[in-house]
């Protein structure tokens, strides 16, 4: 596998390894949060968004325009990696849009199968559960870990991203293509395979924790396997809980949104 996404990994397993550091950072926000404020944190409202059906006839025809609209956009966009500004915002329109005319009840109970990663309006391997199990753990802490892993891995590429989805089970795989040198005409490929385990919560929520990640190549005989799931619960007592909300499903597409409001656009297998 590419030493780029091994060494990332590695680190990153170092990091959780790393309680001491975080709980310092962590107290430190704490304590900044404590200042005072002009105003209560009653007085703040958050609106909680759920899932809607729409059964009008009338709007198939509709759906389907803006399910190819938003192909063509994932497509000449790169999966949204190569997106300008003005692209981002009529992607994020066409979704909520489809959001709003959710043809399905229940949306998280007709996920079952093989999915391909369409398009992301944030790093196309946040979709896995091992960078959201990070996320939920560290708080924003993380959004600056993911940036400079972001960084650290510019001479590499993401190529296809997968979900399967069979029972209480997610498993999400990510194949990545990366140089050894500057320069140098030849690359390693390998794919990242992380499990994690379903617990529906409502008709369009998911918590997410994750169990196991490993790597898969030809190229370097090293087998890497974590067992991310028991290094949290030796760390912390337990596996962070990652939240998944299913707003848009039908036959063909599954649109889904993490904690942070990012979106990604899953097109079945």
């Keep these: 596998m590419c030493k780029i996404l091994v060494f990332g990994l590695i680190s990153i397993v170092l990091l959780l390894r790393n309680v001491d550091a975080f709980s310092l ?18 007085d703040l409202v958050v609106e909680q968004k759920s899932v809607t059906v729409d059964v009008k006839e009338e709007d198939a025809l509709l759906r ?30 066409m979704v909520t849009q489809l959001e709003a005319m959710n043809p399905t009840n229940d949306p998280v109970d007709k996920c079952e199968g093989e999915w391909n990663l369409g398009y992301s309006s944030t790093y ?14 560290l708080g924003d802490v993380a959004l600056t870990g993911f940036d400079i892993h972001s960084k650290a891995t510019t001479a590499g590429k993401v190529e296809k991203v997968r979900q399967i989805i069979k ?7 990510v194949d990545i293509v ?14 990242v ?31 890497i396997s974590m067992g991310v799931g028991d290094i949290y619960s030796s760390i912390i007592g337990s596996v962070p809980i990652s ?8 036959d063909e597409m599954r649109i889904f949104r993490d904690s942070d409001d990012n979106f990604f656009v899953f097109v079945r297998a």
Excluded at 124 to 137: E, G, K, N, T, V
Excluded at 178 to 183: F, H, K, N, T, Y
Aim: net charge negative; glycine share 4%; hydrophobic share 40%.
């Design 64 to 93: 389907d325009v803006l399910k190819k609209e938003l192909l063509l956009m994932a497509s000449v966009t790169a999966r949204g990696e190569c997106a300008t500004r003005d692209e981002r915002i009529l992607v994020e329109d």
């Design 178 to 191: 990366a140089g050894l040198l500057p320069g140098v005409p030849f690359a390693l490929q390998g794919t």
């Design 243 to 250: 939240v998944v909300k299913t707003f848009y499903i039908d």
């Design 124 to 137: 196309l391997w946040r979709s896995s559960p091992f960078f959201m199990s990070i996320r939920s753990w």
């Design 167 to 173: 029972g209480d089970e997610l498993i999400n795989e």
């Design 193 to 223: 395979v992380t499990s994690a385990d379903i617990e529906k919560v409502s008709p369009e929520t998911w918590n997410l924790k994750v169990k196991t990640t490993n790597v898969r190549s030809n190229d370097i005989d090293i087998p």
């Design 25 to 42: 950072v962590r107290r430190t926000s704490l304590r900044l949060s404590d200042s005072p404020s002009d105003y209560d944190s009653e």
